[in-house]
């Protein structure tokens, strides 16, 4: 074979095979290209619902925003000050000027003690004079809440006061009111339980004292020695150890007493055998006959 024929084949076999390494490495790269389209188009097509889900979201914020600025309105004061009536009433610096009428329900927010805006509540205006105004509270006030609450009002600086708030806040409010009803309700049931559970206790003591004084003895009774039995008066655990001593002292007295048994006993016997013995010395010789003595045992 001519010389430039064999090196036009080696160099078709080279450029074969680059061509099917080549062909080789574009398709791995046309998989993975298709496999990350596919991951894509697959993340693509989760992310449709939340981001629908958020977009549905911030439309109901928005509209829960616009919502609240315009249901804030009228503001009828910004530094208004206020301070305690009488109980359950509060006075304002805030009259006739702002619009305020007899029977008109107004909302006061003060600052709490971190400087943070709260609540005091709906109240319904008593009298308005010129620049001043008293408000009574229309919410629920315990008595022993009273005290606690005059005194925050004292403490305020100044407060703002609506004309209105928005729809949430009476429901809030209305909740509030309910779960205080609820807690209300479980303290009454908790203190009469608290005080039939006192009463308990002292009917309880009063038996422990009873007991007490049955088993110890009554110190007030010391002046009733003639017409009560002792034990009555000193209590059953004298009663008990004085019968014990009596009991013991009556053991060691028969005790006593048997040992003097048995010493006279043995005095019988030994005089009876020395008669025996001084029998058997008779000049006949004759004994006589002595009956056999019973053994005393202790």
């Known amino acids: 074979?001519?010389?430039?024929?064999?090196?036009?084949?080696?160099?078709?076999?080279?450029?074969?095979?680059?061509?099917?390494?080549?062909?080789?490495?574009?398709?791995?790269?046309?998989?993975?290209?298709?496999?990350?389209?596919?991951?894509s188009r697959l993340a693509y097509e989760a992310s449709i619902a939340p981001l629908e889900t958020a977009r549905r979201d911030l439309r109901v914020a928005q509209d829960a925003f616009t919502q609240a600025i315009h249901g804030w309105n009228p503001l009828l004061g910004a530094n208004v000050q206020?301070?305690?009536?009488?109980?359950?009433?509060?006075?304002?610096?805030?009259?006739?000027?702002?619009?305020?009428?007899?029977?008109?329900?107004?909302?006061?927010?003060?600052p709490d003690p971190q400087g943070q805006s709260m609540y005091l509540g709906p109240f319904n205006v008593k009298d308005v004079q010129g620049g001043f105004t008293i408000a009574e509270a229309d919410f629920?006030?315990?008595?022993?809440?009273?005290a606690n609450w005059q005194n925050f009002v004292t403490q305020t600086q100044a407060g703002r006061v609506y004309g209105s708030i928005p729809s949430a806040g009476p429901e809030a409010v209305l909740h509030l009111q309910q779960l205080l009803v609820r807690k209300n309700e479980l303290l009454e049931a908790e203190a009469a339980l608290?005080?039939?559970?006192?009463?308990?206790?002292?009917?309880?003591?009063?038996?422990?004292?009873?007991?007490?004084?049955?088993?110890?003895?009554?110190?007030?009774?010391?002046?009733?020695?003639?017409?009560?039995?002792?034990?009555?008066?000193?209590?059953?655990?004298?009663?008990?150890?004085?019968?014990?001593?009596?009991?013991?002292?009556?053991?060691?007295?028969?005790?006593?007493?048997?040992?003097?048994?048995?010493?006279?006993?043995?005095?019988?016997?030994?005089?009876?055998?020395?008669?025996?013995?001084?029998?058997?010395?008779?000049?006949?010789?004759?004994?006589?006959?002595?009956p056999a003595t019973a053994a005393v045992g202790e």
Request: glycine share 6%; charged share 25%; net charge negative.
């Open 1 to 39: 074979m001519h010389t430039l024929g064999k090196v036009l084949a080696w160099i078709t076999v080279l450029l074969a095979f680059g061509g099917v390494f080549m062909t080789t490495k574009v398709l791995a790269r046309r998989n993975a290209a298709i496999a990350q389209l596919e991951k």
């Open 82 to 110: 206020i301070g305690p009536a009488n109980p359950r009433e509060i006075s304002l610096n805030l009259g006739q000027a702002a619009g305020l009428q007899v029977g008109q329900t107004i909302h006061v927010f003060v």
């Open 140 to 146: 629920p006030l315990r008595p022993s809440d009273l």
């Open 194 to 290: 608290l005080a039939v559970r006192q009463k308990e206790v002292a009917i309880a003591n009063e038996h422990l004292n009873y007991r007490n004084n049955e088993l110890h003895g009554d110190p007030t009774l010391q002046g009733e020695r003639d017409s009560l039995p002792q034990f009555v008066i000193d209590g059953l655990v004298k009663a008990i150890e004085d019968a014990d001593e009596s009991r013991n002292r009556t053991l060691e007295e028969v005790d006593e007493l048997r040992h003097q048994i048995k010493l006279a006993y043995d005095e019988i016997v030994a005089f009876e055998q020395k008669n025996r013995d001084l029998a058997a010395t008779l000049p006949d010789g004759s004994q006589t006959a002595v």
